[in-house]
């Protein structure tokens, strides 16, 4: 199935939760913080400005980003979850 975001928007495949904590204990499932970081899988063709143009998506299909926590939408599909954002709710574009 595929997922195709409208607008502004971006569907992020967020990373797993780290097992362990620096010092090597495990966490329980409970304690784990959901990350801030995910990969783009798509993006909207973006927002749509008064003039009737569309403005230009400042991210892309597979770039790694960090996002603002509590932010977005996250949805199930096919046992796989995902997140749901605005293009504005991405803080950064991590570069390696």
């Known amino acids: 199935m595929k997922l195709r975001p409208l607008d502004d928007k971006v569907v992020i495949k967020q990373s ?16 784990k913080e959901k990350p801030q970081i995910g990969k783009i ?6 927002k749509l400005l008064d003039d009737g143009k569309r403005s230009k998506m400042s ?13 977005g939408s996250e949805v199930e599909i096919d046992g796989e979850k995902f997140v749901l954002l605005r293009e504005c709710d991405v803080l950064g574009i991590i570069e390696k």
């Not at 899988?41 to 973006?46: N, R, Y």
């Not at 980003?65 to 509590?70: E, K, L």
């Open 41 to 46: 899988l798509a993006v909207g063709p973006g």
């Open 59 to 71: 991210v892309k299909k597979n770039d790694e980003v960090i996002y603002a926590r509590y932010i």
């Open 16 to 31: 797993e939760a780290e097992e362990k904590t620096a010092g090597g204990i495990i966490l329980p499932d409970a304690a």
